[in-house]
Nanobody
Framework: QVHLVESGGGLVQPGGSLRLSCAVS????????MGWYRQAPGKQRALVAT???????NYAGSVKGRLTISTNNDQSTVYLQMNILKPEATAVYYC?????????WGQGTQVTVSS
């Protein structure tokens, strides 16, 4: 059973930085895609960034250059480094693993960008 637990959310001022972490367990084979999504109030959940098990990354156009997805050496933790945050980044951020036909989600972590 794949299990995802996010951490690192909180309140940050505009222009500030935050790093989200997602502890991943239960993956026993390769060929997966890890990612971060976010859901702002009143909006649908949207892609932020993904990384394949081979290391290829993909970013939403609105966050390119300011957000970076990465993992630790054994890919048991996925990070999302967020820099120069804007108020419109306020959302619940979800960790995701797409493995074969299955999609797994964490419980989400709230990020609020406000002065």
């Amino acid at each position: 059973q794949v299990h995802l637990v996010e951490s690192g959310g909180g309140l940050v001022q505009p222009g500030g930085s935050l790093r989200l972490s997602c502890a991943v367990s239960g993956i026993t084979w390769g060929g997966y895609v890890m990612g971060w999504y976010r859901q702002a109030p009143g909006k649908q959940r949207a892609l932020v960034a993904t990384m394949t098990s081979g290391g290829s990354t993909n970013y939403a156009g609105s966050v390119k250059g300011r957000l970076t997805i990465s993992t630790n050496n054994d890919q048991s933790t996925v990070y999302l480094q967020m820099n120069i945050l804007k108020p419109e980044a306020t959302a619940v951020y979800y960790c995701n693993v797409h493995l074969g036909p299955e999609n797994y989600w964490g419980q989400g972590t709230q990020v609020t960008v406000s002065s």
